[in-house]
Structure formats: C-alpha cells, structure tokens
C-alpha cells in the first residue's frame, strides 16, 4: 500500500482536529467543587455533624493521639486557615473554620506523589488510590492545607461504628477527602453537605453557569485559603 | 559373604533414606487432594470460567481495581466485597482462605476490604483495643473572642 504525501498531510491534520476537538468538547464539564458559608457555618455552637457524618460515611477512626489522628474535614482556627488574612478587627478573628482538601486545580500532592497513587480526576476531583501508596508521605510534605493524614497504625480498632459499605484504610498509607467520589456516582451529594443542619455547605458544578455554587459565587463575596500559592483551591468561603 | 550384615544394614538405610519423602508426608497426613474450597450453592456461574479464575483471578481484580478507582467506572458489579464475596462466595474463610493457605500466599487485600460477615476486624485485631473520644482537633473552641 502507498500513500501519497498530499494523502498523508490530510490524514495528519484530520486526526490532529479531531483531538483537538475531543479535548475541548470533553475538558471542564464537570468541576466539582464547595462553598462554605462562613456564617452559617457558626449559627450553631460547637456544631460537628458534618465531622460526623464524614467519620461515619469512610470509617475514618477516632486516634486520641495528637499527631496520629485521621482527617479529612475539621475545624481550624481562622487564623491557621487563612494565614496573613487576619487582623485585630476582623469579625472572623479567632473564629474556627471548616477546613477540608481543597481539590485544588493545579494539586501540589499530584505533582510530588512518586507512584501517581494520587491523581486528579476530570471532574477536579483529586483522589486517592491505596493500592498504589507506599506512604512516603511527600503528599504531605507538599499540600499547604495540611489535608492528607498518614495511618501510623491499623486504623480498624479505632474506628467506632464501621461502616460495611466503605473499605477501610491499612497502616502505612496516606488518606484525604474525596468529595465523597463514591457519594457522587450514586446521584448523592456529599456526607458533610447533606448533614449539614444550616446548609452551610454548597456543593455543586463550578462548570455549569446555573449550578448553585456559581449562583451563590456570583452573588456573594468569597475567599479562598492561600491563593497566592497558585494551587487554585476548589473550596470557597463566603463571607 | 562376611560383610553380609554391613551391606543389608546399609541397603535398608539407603532406601530409608530415598523413600523419605514418602513416609515422611505420610506420617504429616500430606495429602495430594488440593485445597477444600466451599462452592457457592446459588451461583453456578462465575464471572469468567473456572479455569481462568483459577489461575488469573488476581489479574482480574487488579483490572477491575483500575478501571473503578482510576477510570471512575460505577463500583457495582465490580468490587471485591460486595459483588465476589457477598453474591457468590459467601464468605472468606470458606472460599478465599482456603485456597490461599493452601498456596501460602497472603494477599493484602483484606487489610482495607472486609469480610462483612465475618464482622469488621476481625482478620486482625479486635475492635477493643483502642476505641476512644473524638479528636482533640475536632473540637477547636471558640474561645478566641
């Protein structure tokens, strides 16, 4: 069989249009991402359903050892969650913060991770692969938000109700949030969202112009934790 | 015929010894019947035939592992507790174990996945050991004002 040179040059700009056009029809129609609004989030005191439900959805255990507890949404001061942010005036000073993964847009941990045992989904969901971890831990050495906890220990003792549907973790790997992936096939949103009793947590699709969070982003003013980092968090707070 | 002795008694320990494996398996109740693996009743058909399970399960579930975690297709019908195990097999113990022993392989798979049935930890340790209050970060007080 010969081909032509004319014949060739065709073939090659077709199929390079044709994976142009896949990239951009199949990029970005999915970006999931949250919005935290902070003051609905204080309404309640010491409120920590969302912590709750998160526990229980994964089967995240209770370690009472400072430094060897699991998390993948907590509370943290302002100051800690918006360093440089705050200042002797500011309403939100000394106020604690729901912090989780930011699922960022450009994820530091996937850059770092030596075996892609974390990799970043098409819909911006950045998750995890156990199977692949071999816990070196330069997730975590690389993630400004402190998100990823290392299993210093069989975490199965610790955990109080086990929940059959979720696999458990082993010792010797790295976990974090994974905006509930599992939650999300099945057409439901997130544990922390649903449990939240004010509906201070939004979840929704930064690409469609409609979704609730756009609508909310658009309306309100809202901040993100360390942009100057370039990281491009997906979880927004309302202010 | 003087050495009549030396040389029996040193046949007899000759063969002895090249019969070792023999007796020796006997007297350990070695069997060369495989593994007693249960069946599950319901099932009659596997996901793929009995042969390739057989030699290749593991290389189906290592595919079935990517294409659920890495390439985001639904778990159902593709995980290792609900759909082999709770569908079919029933129970770890019975199918899995017995097997695996029998190969002196130990596959890591249950240190995250669970045998339900069998109730969460129990392939190590127990649940007692160190259930305790929630974390010291959970609960950050809002003491600042």
Same mark, same amino acid.
């Given at each position: 069989m010969?081909?032509?040179?004319?014949?060739?040059l065709?073939?090659?700009?077709?199929?390079?249009?044709?994976?142009?056009?896949?990239?951009?029809?199949?990029?970005?129609?999915?970006?999931? /991402?949250?919005?935290?609004?902070?003051?609905?989030c204080?309404?309640q005191?010491?409120c920590?359903?969302?912590?709750?439900?998160?526990?229980?959805?994964?089967?995240?255990?209770?370690?009472?050892q400072q430094g060897?507890?699991?998390?993948?949404?907590?509370?943290?001061?302002?100051?800690?969650?918006?360093?440089g942010?705050?200042?002797?005036?500011?309403?939100?000073?000394g106020?604690?913060?729901?912090?989780?993964?930011?699922?960022?847009?450009n994820p530091?941990?996937?850059? +770092?991770?030596p075996?892609?045992?974390?990799?970043k989904?098409?819909?911006g969901?950045?998750?995890m692969?156990?199977?692949?971890?071999i816990?070196?831990?330069?997730?975590?050495?690389?993630?400004?938000?402190?998100s990823? #906890?290392?299993?210093?220990?069989?975490p199965?003792?610790y955990?109080?109700?086990?929940?059959?549907?979720f696999?458990?973790r082993t010792k010797g790997? +790295?976990?974090?949030c994974?905006?509930?992936?599992?939650?999300?096939?099945?057409?439901?949103?997130?544990?922390?969202?649903?449990?939240c009793?004010e509906?201070?947590?939004?979840?929704?699709?930064? #690409?469609?112009?409609?979704?609730a969070?756009?609508?909310?982003?658009?309306?309100?003013?809202h901040?993100?934790?360390?942009?100057?980092?370039?990281?491009?968090?997906g979880?927004?707070?309302?202010? | 015929?003087?050495?009549?002795?030396?040389?029996?008694?040193?046949? +007899?320990?000759?063969?002895?010894?090249?019969?070792?494996?023999?007796?020796?398996?006997? #007297?350990?109740?070695?069997?060369?019947?495989?593994?007693?693996?249960?069946?599950?009743?319901?099932?009659?058909?596997?996901? /793929?035939?009995?042969?390739?399970?057989?030699?290749?399960?593991?290389?189906?579930?290592?595919?079935?592992?990517?294409?659920?975690?890495r390439?985001?297709?639904?778990?159902?019908?593709?995980s290792?507790?609900?759909?082999?195990l709770?569908?079919?097999?029933?129970?770890?113990a019975?199918?899995?174990?017995?097997c695996?022993?029998?190969?002196? +392989?130990?596959?890591?798979?249950?240190?995250c996945?669970?045998?339900?049935? /069998?109730?969460?930890?129990?392939?190590?340790?127990?649940?007692?050991a160190?259930?305790?209050?929630?974390?010291?970060?959970?609960?950050i007080?809002? #003491?600042?004002?």
């Amino acid at each position: 069989m010969t081909i032509s040179r004319k014949e060739f040059l065709r073939a090659t700009g077709i199929s390079l249009l044709a994976v142009a056009a896949r990239k951009v029809k199949g990029a970005a129609t999915t970006r999931w /991402a949250l919005a935290v609004d902070s003051a609905k989030c204080l309404k309640q005191d010491n409120c920590t359903k969302c912590i709750d439900a998160c526990r229980q959805a994964h089967n995240i255990p209770s370690i009472p050892q400072q430094g060897r507890d699991i998390r993948w949404i907590w509370k943290d001061s302002f100051e800690h969650a918006f360093p440089g942010q705050e200042d002797p005036y500011s309403t939100q000073g000394g106020m604690p913060a729901m912090v989780l993964c930011n699922h960022c847009e450009n994820p530091p941990c996937v850059r +770092v991770c030596p075996t892609q045992a974390t990799f970043k989904r098409e819909d911006g969901i950045v998750a995890m692969d156990y199977h692949r971890c071999i816990g070196c831990r330069y997730c975590m050495a690389a993630c400004p938000y402190g998100s990823r #906890s290392f299993n210093w220990m069989d975490p199965r003792p610790y955990i109080k109700n086990p929940n059959p549907e979720f696999p458990t973790r082993t010792k010797g790997v +790295v976990e974090k949030c994974t905006l509930c992936s599992e939650r999300l096939a099945a057409g439901k949103p997130p544990a922390c969202v649903e449990a939240c009793p004010e509906k201070a947590l939004v979840f929704g699709n930064l #690409s469609d112009p409609h979704s609730a969070i756009r609508e909310l982003l658009a309306a309100r003013r809202h901040m993100r934790r360390r942009p100057e980092l370039g990281t491009g968090p997906g979880v927004f707070y309302i202010v | 015929m003087r050495d009549r002795g030396v040389i029996y008694t040193a046949l +007899v320990l000759f063969l002895g010894l090249l019969t070792f494996p023999v007796w020796h398996n006997l #007297s350990a109740h070695v069997t060369a019947k495989g593994p007693d693996v249960k069946l599950p009743g319901a099932e009659k058909k596997c996901v /793929a035939p009995v042969e390739y399970m057989r030699t290749s399960h593991m290389n189906l579930l290592i595919a079935w592992r990517d294409q659920v975690v890495r390439e985001g297709e639904p778990m159902s019908g593709k995980s290792l507790t609900p759909t082999c195990l709770e569908k079919c097999h029933g129970s770890k113990a019975d199918f899995c174990d017995r097997c695996h022993n029998y190969a002196a +392989v130990t596959p890591s798979c249950w240190n995250c996945h669970e045998d339900r049935k /069998a109730g969460p930890g129990s392939e190590r340790a127990g649940m007692s050991a160190g259930a305790a209050g929630t974390s010291a970060r959970a609960t950050i007080a809002r #003491s600042g004002r």
